[in-house]
Structure formats: C-alpha cells, structure tokens
Nanobody, 122 residues
Framework: QVQLVESGGGLVQAGGSLRLSCAASGRTFSTYNVGWFRQAPGKEREFVSAITWSGASSYTDSVKGRFTISRDKAKNTVYLQMNSLKSEDTAIYYC????????????????WGQGTQVTVSS
C-alpha cells in the first residue's frame, strides 16, 4: 500500500514557477512508476508527466521544455518543476503511482494523492 501526498501548489503569475512534490509512504516507493495528472474546471483529467522507477520520463506536448519531473529516492518524493507557467496550466494537480505500469492513462495507476491546486494568473 502506498499513500501519496501532493504539496507545493499555489497562486503564481504567468511566467512564474512552482515546484510540486509528491511524497509517499512505504519503503518500496523507489520501485514505483509515478505520474502527474491535472484537471481544470469543467475539463477531463489529463496526463502531464511520468517517471519510471529507473528514471525514464515522459511529458505531454504542452509542457515539454517547461516542466521537469524528477525523483529523490532517499526522500520517497517525486517532483514536478514547472517553469514559464501559463494561465492554461491552472488546474488541480494529482500524482499517481503504480508498481508495474506507467503511461498516459489515469487507469494505469493504482494509487492517487488528494491533489494540489495550481492557479496561474495572467
């Protein structure tokens, strides 16, 4: 069982930066694949980025070059560094984890956090 807690969200002006954290319980979290998803008001949840247990990463096109996913295995934490934020990045951001799979579909992941709000003002 893995429990995930996101933090780091907030209100930022367009062009600014935030770093989201996804902290996990469980000694084996370093062996999990982790994804970040977001859901804006009135829209469906969408994939943002993912990282495997070995460090391979993937991004949706709209955040490439602006967002960076990383993990600190010693701290059981996955980060999402978000730079050059735009108003369209406004959403609740969720991290999710799975032991054996990774990808862009939310159904791939077994464990989810409660989300953290990111609001970008223009």
């Amino acid at each position: 069982q893995v429990q995930l807690v996101e933090s780091g969200g907030g209100l930022v002006q367009a062009g600014g930066s935030l770093r989201l954290s996804c902290a996990a319980s469980g000694r084996t979290f370093s062996t999990y694949n982790v994804g970040w998803f977001r859901q804006a008001p009135g829209k469906e949840r969408e994939f943002v980025s993912a990282i495997t247990w070995s460090g391979a990463s993937s991004y949706t096109d709209s955040v490439k070059g602006r967002f960076t996913i990383s993990r600190d295995k010693a701290k059981n934490t996955v980060y999402l560094q978000m730079n050059s934020l735009k108003s369209e990045d406004t959403a609740i951001y969720y991290c999710a984890a799975d032991k054996t799979q990774w990808g862009t579909l939310g159904t791939t992941y077994d464990y989810w956090g409660q989300g953290t709000q990111v609001t970008v003002s223009s």
